[in-house]
């Protein structure tokens, strides 16, 4: 996961136990001016780069369940990435997958992994008033397939979702903290070279939201796209796994997985982030018939790429 210069690598999985086109005229994606609208969730998805027909939800509150939000359970703890939705009575927050794991730090193949089981609703949501429930973990998910351990999708495939309680569901938005959007679903593979943003609320930032907020560029495509690696103005750290990875225009990416530090080359240090492709993440556990196929990405039309707090 490191360039050609790199003498050393140390790659640690970054569970919380060990360790996550802009509109001019709209208001900042954290502005607590409205809890926003109790409408159900509209279904929207696709496309690489354009912005798609608005959602019907209010403006975004810091108070809501959001892209972004602290995620924990048995005593780990990860950033949610993006809202999804198979219809108007169900929403799921996106995790990544080691977030559920007792073998994350333990140098276990995922194809081989002990995982909390499917339907474990204790899960701690930022924002919720009641736990969510796991419904899907990609580490179970390729167990139960029969993926070949060391395989693309064994080392890259980490995505998760999370069900939120009924009782929240009016207090959900799609716009992530920081940077709003997603515009869309990045379908496809991105390049070498594109701009990326992202975002992680690892405690180890101690509440500094500048820290949290990160920009940078794709550096390899990892697995044959099933995952990037992306190098940024400050790396993500242990708690910002599962975090949302926007694409140069504000699509939905990628889930922040793993933190590759090597030593050599030019400036000595090299830190990076493996971030796991959501396109590919998403359509795994459809095809695979794990989730409903309507499961759709929630979208907002603002995004910022100069973060907004």
């Not at 701690?124 to 167990?143: F, H």
């Not at 889930?255 to 959501?278: F, H, R």
């Amino acid at each position: 996961m490191m360039t050609r210069w790199v003498i050393f690598v140390f790659v640690a999985l970054l569970a919380a136990c060990g360790g996550s086109s802009s509109s001019s005229n709209s208001t900042p994606p954290n502005s607590d001016n409205s809890a926003g609208s109790n409408n159900p969730p509209q279904e929207n998805g696709g496309g690489t780069s354009s912005p798609e027909t608005p959602v019907s939800f209010g403006v975004p509150a810091g108070g809501q369940i959001r892209p972004g939000m602290e995620i924990s359970a048995d005593g780990s703890g990860c950033t949610g990435n993006f809202l999804f939705s198979p219809n108007a009575q169900t929403v799921y927050i996106g995790v990544a997958a080691h977030c559920f794991s007792i073998d994350t730090n333990d140098g276990v193949d995922p194809c081989e992994t002990n995982n909390l089981p499917i339907g474990f609703n204790q899960v701690i949501i930022e924002n919720a008033t009641q736990p969510g429930e796991l419904v899907y973990s990609s580490w179970r998910a390729m167990q139960e397939q029969g993926e070949t351990p060391g395989s693309n999708a064994c080392v890259y495939n980490d995505f998760a979702l999370v069900k939120v309680h009924s009782d929240d569901l009016a207090n959900i938005h799609p716009a992530s903290f920081a940077f709003g959007g997603p515009v869309s679903l990045f379908t496809g593979l991105a390049s070498v070279g594109d701009n990326v943003f992202a975002y992680g609320r690892s405690p180890f930032h101690f509440g500094l939201r500048n820290l949290e907020a990160k920009s940078g560029t794709i550096t390899a495509v990892l697995g044959g796209g099933w995952a990037y690696e992306i190098r940024t103005d400050k790396a993500s750290i242990p708690g910002d796994s599962g975090g949302p990875i926007f694409g140069p225009t504000g699509q939905a990416l990628a889930v922040t997985s793993v933190l590759s530090v090597g030593l050599g080359g030019p400036t000595l240090i090299n830190v990076s982030n493996g971030v796991a492709n959501v396109d590919r993440a998403l359509k795994y556990a459809i095809d695979g018939g794990f989730i409903n196929a309507s499961t759709k990405l929630l979208v907002w039309p603002d995004f910022y790429p100069s973060a907004n707090f």
